[in-house]
Nanobody, 116 residues
Framework: QVQLVESGGGLVQPGGSLRLSCATS????????MGWWRQRPGKQREWVAG???????NYDDSVKGRFTITRDNARKLVYLEINNLKPEDTAAYLC??????????WGQGTQVTVSS
């Protein structure tokens, strides 16, 4: 059974930083592409960052320079570091695993709230 469990969210002041983690189980982690999406209040879910099984990272233009996605294949973890947080980053952040043949899986999300 595939499981993705996000952690690391919380309440942060503008300008602060957070590192989100996604722990995985039930998959051969190093062959899956991984990604982070977010769902802001009243908006559709949007992709923010992805990292391929080979470690190539990509970002939505709106977060480039502030978001960094990394993966630890040995620990089956994927991270999203967010710097210079802005109120508009307030969202539920969801981890996803994707494989062209095996399908995709989602976590339940971790809430990030940016407010002073």
């Amino acid at each position: 059974q595939v499981q993705l469990v996000e952690s690391g969210g919380g309440l942060v002041q503008p300008g602060g930083s957070l590192r989100l983690s996604c722990a995985t189980s039930g998959i051969v982690f190093n062959i899956w592409d991984m990604g982070w999406w977010r769902q802001r209040p009243g908006k559709q879910r949007e992709w923010v960052a992805g990292i391929t099984s080979l470690g190539v990272a990509n970002y939505d233009d709106s977060v480039k320079g502030r978001f960094t996605i990394t993966r630890d294949n040995a620990r089956k973890l994927v991270y999203l570091e967010i710097n210079n947080l802005k109120p508009e980053d307030t969202a539920a952040y969801l981890c996803t695993a994707y494989h062209a043949r095996l399908g995709n899986a989602w976590g339940q999300g971790t809430q990030v709230t940016v407010s002073s």
